[in-house]
């Protein structure tokens, strides 16, 4: 079946601009989770998404960042007013079920450049 | 709070070489996970293995193997006769308790790039 997907692959945006990145998750996978990876902080959580239940927002790293979850299945990240050292790939994953711990099923992730 | 370490920051080796690599980990919980994920140059993380802190029998996979020791914090992984497809980066990663609210998020270490020479 499909995997997680992301969109876009690559974003280059001006500093001060904003971005939306994009996952979806497995069919059926209701626990969804971003992560960060960029040269200076390696990987990092940001936020985590289970059902309806209220996120864990305890990863990001600013309130500049923020995301959203609809209908339980698609996810979008937003960065407001982007700065230079939001440079750096954004990963999704998905699992199963949230109240078990699986492992993460990661997308190929969405590589932004602020200029 | 949770911690990984890998120390290893690369490691070359030629083809058909074993090849080891380090994670130690910090945990106060008594019950946590432990994963590898490699991630090649297609930059896509792909789940290796997991591993329950109660389960310490060590794991071997064709040509690869894990040493689980938790009186050293440790999760070791091994590549037997590693291959030019085996070049890659290899993350360590630990999931504390399942927390309602915290979900199973995973702490990474900071990887070892691994690239084995033809």
């Known amino acids: 079946g499909a995997g997680v997907s992301q969109s876009p692959s690559n974003k280059v945006t001006e500093k001060g601009k904003d971005v939306e990145l994009r996952c979806d998750p497995i069919?059926?996978?209701?626990?969804l989770y971003w992560y960060r990876q960029s040269l200076g902080q390696g990987l990092e959580f940001l936020i985590y998404?289970?059902?309806?239940?209220?996120?864990?927002k305890s990863g990001l790293p600013s309130d500049r960042f923020s995301a959203e979850r609809t209908g339980g299945s698609v996810s979008t990240l937003t960065i407001q007013r982007t700065q230079q050292e939001d440079s750096a790939v954004y990963l999704c994953?998905?699992?199963?079920?949230?109240?078990?711990?699986?492992?993460?099923?990661f997308g190929p992730g969405t590589r932004l450049t602020v200029t | 709070a949770q911690k990984v370490t890998q120390a290893q920051t690369e490691i070359s080796v030629v083809e058909k070489e074993d090849v080891t690599l380090d994670c130690v980990y910090e945990?106060?919980?008594?019950?946590?996970?432990l994963f590898w994920y490699k991630q090649p140059p297609s930059g896509e993380l792909v789940f290796l293995i997991r591993?329950?802190?109660?389960?310490?029998q060590n794991e071997i996979s064709g040509r690869y193997s894990w040493n689980f020791q938790k009186s050293t914090s440790s999760f070791n992984f091994t590549i037997t006769a590693s291959q030019v497809v085996d070049s890659a980066v290899y993350f360590c990663?630990?999931?504390?308790?399942?927390?309602?609210?915290?979900?199973?998020?995973?702490?990474f270490g900071g990887g070892t790039r691994v690239l084995v020479k033809p």
């Open positions: 994953a998905s699992t199963p079920r949230g109240l078990a711990v699986y492992e993460q099923y």
């Open positions: 069919s059926g996978h209701t626990a």
């Open positions: 998404f289970q059902g309806n239940s209220a996120p864990d």
């Open positions: 945990t106060r919980d008594t019950t946590y996970y």
């Open positions: 591993r329950n802190s109660f389960d310490e």
């Open positions: 990663a630990l999931s504390e308790r399942m927390i309602k609210a915290a979900g199973n998020k995973l702490t």
